[in-house]
C-alpha cells in the first residue's frame, strides 16, 4: 500500500467521521426540541409525519428529483422497507415514548440504536468488526447503561417504546448505508414524503388539524434534525460502513441528554461525566482502527460524490455515466479499508 494511497484513504474515513459526527450533533438536539413541542400539545402521529416532512423539505434542493435513480429492483425494495420502518413506524414509536418519558432518559435509551445497527450490519451484510471496535461498541453501549442506571430508568412503556424505535432504525442504517443506487438527499426525501405524508393524515384524521405555531416549530426540527442530519449520516456511512458510522452517531443520545439536562437546569452529574467519557473513548477506539488485505472489486454502478483523490475513482478505474453516476471497473489490489459502499466483501 503506497503513501499516497493510504493517505487519501484516511482523509476519506476523516471525512465520514466528521459527517456522522455532525449528524449526531443535529439529532441529539431534536430529542429535547421535540419533548418541547409536543409539551405545549398535540398530536404524537401529526408531529411524527410533519418531523418527516421537514426533513424532505431541506433536502428537496439536493435531490436530483428531475433525474429517474438507476437502482435494481431489490434497492427499490429495500428502500420502501426503509421508509415503512425508518420514517413511518420508528418517529411514530420515538413520540409516543417522549409523551410519557422524560427527554433525557429518551436520549440516552437511543444508544440501543447502535447495538442495533452494529449487530445487523455484521449479520446481514457481514462488515468486518475487528476487536477494537468491538471494544469501542461495549464501551459506548456501558457508557448508556451507566446513564440509564443513574437516571432511574426503567423498561417501562416508555422505554420499551424507545427500543423498538432503535430497532427499526437499526434495519433502517443498515439498509440505506448501502443504498448506492441513490444519493443520500434522495433517500431523504422519498423517506420524508412518503412516510411524512401517511404520519400526519392519520394524525389529522384522528386528532385534528394542529396549530400554525406546532406545525412550523415541527418543521424545522425536522429539516435540520431528521432531514439535514439523516442525509449527513448517510454520507458518513457510506465511506466508513454502517456500523462505525452509528458508533459515532452514539454521541447523539449524549448529545440529548446534556441539552435536556440544561433546558431544564439539571446540573451535570459524576455519572454522567463517567458515560460521556466512556462514550467517547468507545468512539475513538472504533475510529482508530485499522483493517487490510488484498480484495478484488467486480465492476459496479452507482451514484455518489466522486472523489479524485480515491483510487477507486483514478483514470482507468472509473467511467463517468451522467453527473455522480459512475460506472467502476475490475480493480484488484490491497489496501487499508472500512466496509464503505466500496468494499462490502466478504471476510
Given at each position: 500500500m503506497t503513501g499516497a494511497i493510504r493517505h487519501a484513504h484516511r482523509a476519506t474515513q476523516r471525512h465520514g467521521w466528521w459527517w456522522c459526527f455532525a449528524a449526531a450533533v443535529l439529532f441529539g438536539a431534536a430529542t429535547p426540541a421535540t419533548k418541547a413541542v409536543l409539551d405545549?400539545?398535540?398530536?404524537?402521529?401529526?408531529?411524527?409525519?410533519?418531523?418527516?416532512?421537514?426533513?424532505?423539505l431541506a433536502v428537496t434542493p439536493f435531490?436530483?428529483?428531475?433525474?429517474?435513480?438507476?437502482?435494481?429492483?431489490?434497492?427499490?425494495?429495500?428502500?420502501?422497507?426503509?421508509?415503512?420502518?425508518?420514517?413511518?413506524?420508528?418517529?411514530?414509536l420515538l413520540v409516543l415514548a417522549l409523551d410519557r418519558t422524560p427527554a433525557s432518559t429518551v436520549s440516552l435509551l437511543l444508544n440501543l440504536e447502535l447495538v442495533a445497527t452494529v449487530v445487523i450490519a455484521?449479520?446481514?451484510?457481514?462488515?468486518?468488526?475487528?476487536?477494537?471496535?468491538?471494544?469501542?461498541?461495549i464501551a459506548v453501549a456501558s457508557a448508556g447503561a451507566v446513564l440509564a442506571g443513574a437516571?432511574?430508568?426503567?423498561?417501562?412503556?416508555?422505554?420499551?417504546?424507545?427500543?423498538?424505535?432503535?430497532?427499526c432504525w437499526g434495519i433502517d442504517n443498515a439498509i440505506t448505508a448501502s443504498l448506492d443506487g441513490y444519493s443520500p438527499a434522495r433517500i431523504t426525501f422519498t423517506k420524508g414524503v412518503v412516510a411524512g405524508s401517511v404520519n400526519l393524515a392519520l394524525g389529522i384524521a384522528i386528532d385534528g388539524l394542529p396549530t400554525w405555531r406546532f406545525v412550523a416549530s415541527a418543521l424545522l426540527i425536522?429539516?435540520?434534525?431528521?432531514?439535514?442530519?439523516?442525509?449527513?449520516?448517510?454520507?458518513?456511512?457510506?465511506?466508513?460502513?454502517?456500523?462505525?458510522?452509528?458508533?459515532?452517531f452514539a454521541l447523539a443520545p449524549f448529545i440529548?441528554?446534556?441539552?435536556?439536562?440544561?433546558?431544564?437546569?439539571?446540573?451535570?452529574?459524576?455519572?454522567?461525566?463517567?458515560?460521556?467519557?466512556?462514550?467517547?473513548g468507545g468512539v475513538l477506539l472504533v475510529a482508530t482502527g485499522h483493517h487490510a488485505h488484498a480484495h478484488h472489486h467486480d465492476p459496479i454502478e452507482h451514484t455518489h460524490a466522486i472523489d479524485p483523490t480515491d483510487p477507486h475513482h483514478a483514470d482507468g478505474a472509473v467511467e463517468v455515466i451522467d453527473g455522480e453516476r459512475h460506472r467502476h471497473l475490475a480493480l484488484t489490489h490491497e489496501h487499508e479499508h472500512l466496509p464503505d459502499i466500496h468494499h462490502r466483501h466478504a471476510h
Open positions: 405545549e400539545g398535540g398530536s404524537p402521529l401529526s408531529l411524527a409525519g410533519l418531523l418527516y416532512l421537514g426533513a424532505a435531490a436530483d428529483l428531475g433525474q429517474r435513480p438507476v437502482a435494481t429492483a431489490t434497492q427499490r425494495r429495500r428502500l420502501m422497507v426503509a421508509v415503512a420502518l425508518g420514517g413511518g413506524v420508528a418517529p411514530v455484521r449479520v446481514f451484510l457481514h462488515e468486518h468488526i475487528g476487536r477494537r471496535a468491538v471494544v469501542g461498541v437516571s432511574g430508568a426503567t423498561f417501562a412503556v416508555g422505554a420499551i417504546l424507545v427500543a423498538c424505535t432503535c430497532l425536522g429539516a435540520l434534525g431528521y432531514g439535514v442530519s439523516i442525509t449527513m449520516w448517510i454520507t458518513g456511512a457510506r465511506l466508513v460502513g454502517a456500523a462505525r458510522g452509528q458508533v459515532v440529548g441528554a446534556v441539552l435536556s439536562w440544561a433546558l431544564l437546569d439539571e446540573a451535570l452529574t459524576a455519572s454522567f461525566l463517567v458515560a460521556f467519557c466512556l462514550s467517547l
